[in-house]
């Protein structure tokens, strides 16, 4: 990747200095060009004994770098697994019409609105589910801004358990998700 990154530096650049990239965009490119190299520094060791000497280089710390990000990626997976109950899960994703996705390009703020509306489209799935019982699903939401073409594409990926906690925190099964009800429900929110 970052071969790929430093062939096309310039392209960068100039997007940068137009305005057609965001300002963060050139920062971790260029943070992560200096990944654990001598450029963001480094700490050397030396045996007093030996005269050997070994130099640890300092990493960008940037979610875009493809050594520091995977360990980010970790620690948040590690986390999300402590916090997940044991219960089966399901994985959902809701996107948006190619139409709107160039609003939400130009305004970063409405990315909020799509975790509002995921938000209330399980919300109304768990009072559709209860009727007259309080319930509530457990989930994990993770936003991503690109498909797998690399076209600007925000969609949000939705970890669900497959049960719902009542307001005495206990645990119902629920295996079932109507896929018409989603969709119209996430399309009306």
Same mark, same amino acid.
């Given at each position: 990747?970052?071969? #790929?990154?430093w062939?096309?530096?310039?392209?960068?650049? $100039?997007?940068? %200095?137009?305005?057609?990239?965001?300002?963060?965009?050139?920062?971790? #490119?260029?943070?992560?060009?200096?990944?654990?190299?001598?450029?963001?520094?480094?700490?050397?060791?030396?045996?007093?004994?030996?005269? !050997?000497?070994?130099?640890?280089y @300092? @990493?960008?710390?940037?979610r875009?770098?493809?050594?520091?990000?995977?360990? !980010?990626?970790?620690?948040?997976?590690?986390?999300?697994?402590?916090?997940?109950?044991?219960?089966?899960?399901?994985?959902?994703?809701?996107?948006?019409? $190619?139409?709107?996705?160039?609003? #939400? =390009?130009?305004?970063? %703020?409405?990315?909020?609105?799509?975790?509002?509306?995921?938000?209330?489209?399980?919300?109304?799935?768990?009072?559709?589910?209860? $009727?007259? $019982?309080?319930?509530?699903?457990?989930? #994990?939401c993770?936003?991503?801004?690109?498909?797998?073409?690399?076209?600007?594409?925000?969609h949000?990926?939705?970890?669900?358990?497959?049960?719902?906690?009542?307001?005495?925190?206990? =645990?119902?099964?629920?295996?079932?998700?109507?896929?018409?009800?989603?969709?119209? %429900?996430? =399309?009306?929110?």
């Open positions: 990747i970052k071969h #790929i990154l062939k096309h530096y310039d392209t960068v650049v $100039k997007w940068d %200095s137009t305005g057609k990239a965001r300002p963060c965009v050139l920062d971790n #490119i260029q943070k992560s060009l200096l990944c654990n190299t001598v450029y963001l520094g480094y700490d050397l060791f030396e045996c007093s004994l030996c005269d !050997n000497y070994n130099l640890v @300092h @990493h960008c710390h940037s875009f770098c493809t050594s520091c990000g995977t360990k !980010n990626q970790k620690i948040l997976a590690s986390k999300a697994q402590y916090m997940c109950l044991d219960v089966p899960h399901r994985h959902i994703v809701f996107t948006i019409p $190619k139409e709107l996705r160039k609003y #939400i =390009q130009k305004d970063r %703020s409405l990315i909020d609105c799509l975790f509002d509306a995921v938000n209330n489209t399980l919300t109304f799935m768990a009072y559709k589910r209860s $009727k007259h $019982k309080k319930y509530k699903f457990g989930f #994990i993770t936003l991503h801004t690109f498909g797998r073409d690399l076209k600007f594409n925000p949000i990926h939705v970890l669900i358990a497959e049960c719902v906690i009542d307001k005495n925190c206990n =645990q119902v099964s629920h295996t079932h998700f109507h896929y018409e009800q989603l969709r119209k %429900s996430f =399309q009306k929110s």
